[in-house]
């Protein structure tokens, strides 16, 4: 097998797994109401086919092989290094743990649905008990140096440990902290045009379109659509599709969830497509991922000068309802702190301790010092602790987020990561650009050019600290999300 | 191999096959506009693999002494039959010839676009050549008892051969002319509600939700949408989708299109789940396809029992449209007769000699009789001959259909043999049920019942004559459409 088979082989491997991920995409919007079961099946047969295709032993040796290439370019190799990598992980996990885990996924999300509905913890205990100790044993299958939790957040950020999560956190936290305390002093900012005030959906759709298009999400190459959880998925970088979500009461939600959806995917369509298949030409690190939605939705999106530029587009979209509201106005409810319960309505101040609290428990359940039935007490002690609130229940405490219920563990640490990054690479891009004014101005092509040159033309060549490093000349550091969060809120 | 296996291994190729079908349904109605190139990648990735899986030797050696297995049960033994003789059917075709016909797709499909649009013929010849070229090879190929065309229609109507479709239509031709003639002489139906006045696109496309709903497709198992062609596909009967096309000049189209459409997925439907994947559980007959959509958008769509239930409907729906249109106006206008250049836009009795032509043609340029250039010519010469009217360009004659752009001839004569069906399931259901009472009442769930049951639960275990016997008492008889068209038209 040379390079370009090699190649061949990945591009076949991709299109049965983004065909997959058609049908996933199609389950989210337009499926019929009782096709679910079937699609569960049809996707589960193509996934099933991917993943022979890539554990294949024949393909492993002859990816081996190629290693030993000495005609391989410096990304060539790094490519097939990847993959080899991948390769080797995936032989690690034998096929029946990962029907068990499959088999307890399928079970162990509509018994979360149904514990969430209730607010009856005690429903999804057990499920969450197998999720924690199978998660365990899937760190112990792949193997770690130091905490079975390193092998985790392996998958989802390629090279991360535990220890270096805890040293950014210890790094970030007490600057945080000192911020959100004095946040809380300040007078609170008008919310009744917010809360009270009716926008039509579809006006918002419109408005929404208008947005991810003027920030440079290609219309041509993508779509847009209303999901029940919004997510950005991609079947090829010329075929990228996100969703949002609209609340009549809920405009700025609809907006941040649009700019958020639309940074991941102007990532996905600035991945090079001569690269298809190839870890050059995807992206599988959702710590980066993270920065290309944090850095429009937040950094550039919920700016001043943003703001400038968006507020007389609001007053035309919405006249009446905006007839009494001032530019002023407008920004500070674009960016109201509030310690709260949900993470996923978390201001940018205090998203980052729900993420530290997730981690915690979940570190925890996983070496056994926290037992799942004490997860709730955990818990509430913890926001009480970080965020001053008390949780009224469960539903709104420990059973909101999906993710332990997709049997997910490891994943929660990307999202304040990515933040971080965004704010990285935004005082970067700040280096060599006149952001403010060029938002200012609607002129979003220079931000966007940036990205697509220095992330997303990378694809997944690089971890997420080292491609950081590549463009901003230093890893991941928590110094920057804190001078950019004190120079919005102080 | 046991049979128990034989069709798991034959859902996982209908998994394969119908995630295609999603890919296709998604690049016929929301997929954004450049990503055509990809997706047809992608499509070709998955069809290979189901193609592959079903040509598997080593699958049609265990099919072969499946066959041995004497616990079959009869239905079984078909199932296995069927397969078997589709495993053969695939391995007589190299797959590079398959590559070869897919290449030439590729690029006659766009030149018949350019060639449609210009009205040029020649542009299109020299890739219709090729078409007809590698069709009489596929044929030879596939082999045949009398002539080419036997190994061609048998792919769309099992058991069908070119001999059996020259009898029919000799049986058949004499009296439909007759017909034509004495409608002919008959005062012309009112049309100016029809041709002059506006229904907006998004109230057709309410009626045709509810028109659709009210004959028995289930939308909770199904959609709607619209698409430049119409057309039925289904990823399972669970998952059935349909498109219909609505003009704002062309009402009563669009309620046929709609109607047609219903037809074909209620057939889909009304397949049972416990055969997916097995012939029981599909079908490929396109002949007992196109009776189960003519059945609904004539027989029963067409007939004056069902406007008196549509009429007030449409007069509610549309109410300063329909202000001076009677409920005989509204009929007349569903069934003008009308010789016209056009096949898709014909009525009941001209559209036959549209299929009577192109079976003509594709006949002799198989044989080499007639040569592609002369087709215009010929194609000319008989629109005069069968319909008395001169085609004024070859973009609304010899070009206007895309199946040949497509690589297929053959399939022609279905969309005739498949109304006859229809009339003739049509009288043996009136034998056991008052279908112009229950119509009138707008109760349709008797006459989808009783489709259900003798067509639909057979699913493709029987040629198309050979169900039609098992449900009606005798094989294809063109003498029942004939008695219809005579009590409608005469």
Redesign the interface.
């Known amino acids: 097998m040379n390079y370009k088979q090699f190649h061949q082989r990945l591009?076949?491997i991709n299109?049965?797994s983004?065909?997959?991920s058609?049908?996933s995409w199609?389950a989210e919007t337009?499926?019929?109401?009782?096709?679910h079961?079937?699609?569960g099946?049809?996707v589960g047969?193509?996934s099933s086919?991917a993943h022979e295709m890539l554990t294949n032993r024949k393909f492993g040796d002859e990816i081996q092989k190629l290693l030993e290439d000495e005609t391989l370019s410096e990304n060539e190799r790094k490519n097939v290094e990847i993959i080899y990598n991948q390769y080797l992980k995936a032989k690690k996990i034998p096929s029946k743990f990962v029907e068990e885990i499959a088999a307890l996924t399928t079970e162990a999300h509509p018994a979360w649905v149904k514990a969430k509905a209730a607010s009856d913890f005690s429903v999804f205990a057990p499920y969450l008990k197998k999720v924690a100790s199978m998660t365990k044993q899937k760190a112990e299958l792949l193997g770690y140096d130091n905490h079975p939790y390193d092998a985790l957040i392996d998958g989802y950020d390629r090279g991360m440990t535990c220890k270096k999560v805890e040293e950014v956190f210890e790094k970030f936290l007490p600057g945080l902290k000192n911020i959100l305390q004095k946040v809380q002093g300040k007078p609170a900012a008008r919310v009744d045009f917010l809360e009270d005030r009716a926008y039509p959906v579809d006006t918002q759709m419109q408005l929404s379109k208008m947005l991810s298009a003027a920030i440079g999400f290609d219309?041509?190459?993508?779509?847009l659509?209303t999901a029940a959880h919004p997510f950005s998925t991609s079947?090829?970088p010329?075929?990228v599709r996100m969703t949002t979500r609209l609340d009549e009461y809920k405009l700025f939600d609809g907006i941040g969830s649009t700019l958020h959806e639309s940074g991941h995917s102007m990532h996905s369509q600035g991945l090079l497509?001569e690269y298809?298949g190839l870890p050059q030409g995807e992206y599988t690190n959702l710590s980066t991922a993270e920065s290309q939605s944090r850095i429009w939705e937040n950094n550039i999106g919920r700016s001043r000068a943003f703001v400038s530029w968006m507020y007389p587009i609001l007053r035309a979209t919405f006249p009446v309802q905006f007839s009494d509201v001032s530019e002023d106005e407008c920004y500070a409810g674009l960016n109201i702190v509030k310690p709260d319960f949900i993470r996923v309505e978390a201001d940018e101040l205090t998203y980052h301790m729900h993420i530290v609290l997730r981690f915690e428990a979940e570190k925890a359940m996983i070496t056994g010092e926290l037992e799942v039935d004490d997860l709730p007490d955990f818990w509430n002690a913890k926001m009480k602790e970080y965020l001053g609130v008390d949780v009224p229940n469960d539903t709104k405490g420990c059973l909101q987020d999906v993710h332990w219920a997709h049997g997910s563990m490891g994943y929660f640490p990307t999202y304040s990561f990515g933040t971080m990054y965004a704010a990285q690479y935004d005082a970067a891009m700040r280096k060599e650009m006149d952001v403010d004014t060029l938002a200012a101005m609607g002129n979003f092509t220079p931000m966007k050019k940036w990205l697509n040159k220095n992330i997303h033309e990378a694809g997944d060549l690089y971890g997420s600290s080292e491609l950081c490093k590549k463009v901003t000349g230093e890893g991941l550091n928590p110094n920057y999300l804190l001078r950019y969060l004190e120079a919005k809120f102080l």
């Open positions: 591009k076949k299109d049965i983004n065909a997959c058609v049908l199609d337009y499926m019929p109401p009782k096709s079961k079937l699609r099946q049809q047969t193509l086919l219309y041509t190459r993508g779509r659509d079947f090829h010329d075929d497509t298809y």
